[in-house]
T-cell receptor, first 111, second 116 residues
């Protein structure tokens, strides 16, 4: 049982480039979410999904897209990276209303 | 506005010196309060969930308690390996999609350093 996995661990982008952060879980959890963590700000919810085919916005969704075609995967897309998106990104999964389990994170730097 | 505030921001203890971390919250309806531990460069690791005022949970040297306005994480006789950032999060009590919403509101954390 790998739990929640994220790739890549580190990424450096130039302003305007696009990329996809990958997240997968093998616990058959219906709920998945993406957070970003910035110094002094705490973890903030970007997007979340309550099941395959259903996604919704969190607190800070601008500049990010998500889709959920399978229960296992929940990729986060940056359409045109900006320096303000430099952050550490965490994916989490859970059963409805239950404890969320986090992945190891992706550290993204946008130059 | 729903809010979670953790204090202190940083705490330095000597090994064996017990203390408490605070998490105060304002939320329209509390469904659950979660404590996580986060080591540098890692993702948050689940510690406890508390659901109602008066509830307590323990794990090794850690004990979490909950009132209607705040939660405490008590650390008894800490060891250097307890050094980490401790995060508190609340889950709102609104119910949609046929069940509770899973949205978490996080505090900014307490950075704990335990010196030998």
């Amino acid at each position: 049982n790998a739990g929640v996995t994220q790739t890549p661990k580190f990424q450096v982008l130039k302003t305007g480039q696009s990329m996809t952060l990958q997240c997968a879980q093998d616990m058959n959890h219906e709920y998945m979410s993406w957070y970003r963590q910035d110094p002094g700000m705490g973890l903030r919810l970007i997007h979340y999904s309550v099941g395959a085919g259903i996604t919704d916005q969190g607190e800070v969704p601008n500049g990010y897209n998500v889709s959920r075609s399978t229960t296992e995967d929940f990729p986060l897309r940056l359409l045109s990276a900006a320096p303000s998106q430099t952050s550490v990104y965490f994916c989490a999964s859970s059963r409805p209303g239950d404890t969320q389990y986090f992945g190891p994170g992706t550290r993204l730097t946008v130059l | 506005e729903d809010q979670v505030t953790q204090s202190p921001e940083a705490l330095r203890l000597q090994e064996g010196e017990s203390s408490s971390l605070n998490c105060s919250y304002t939320v329209s309806g509390l469904r659950g309060l979660f404590w996580y531990r986060q080591d540098p460069g890692k993702g948050p690791e689940f510690l406890f969930t508390l659901y109602s005022a008066g509830e307590e949970k323990e794990k090794e040297r850690l004990k979490a308690t909950l009132t209607k306005k705040e939660s405490f994480l008590h650390i008894t006789a800490p060891k250097p390996e307890d050094s980490a950032t401790y995060l508190c999060a609340v889950q709102e009590g609104d119910r949609d999609y046929g069940g509770a919403t899973n949205k978490l509101i996080f505090g900014t954390g307490t950075l704990l350093a335990v010196q030998p």
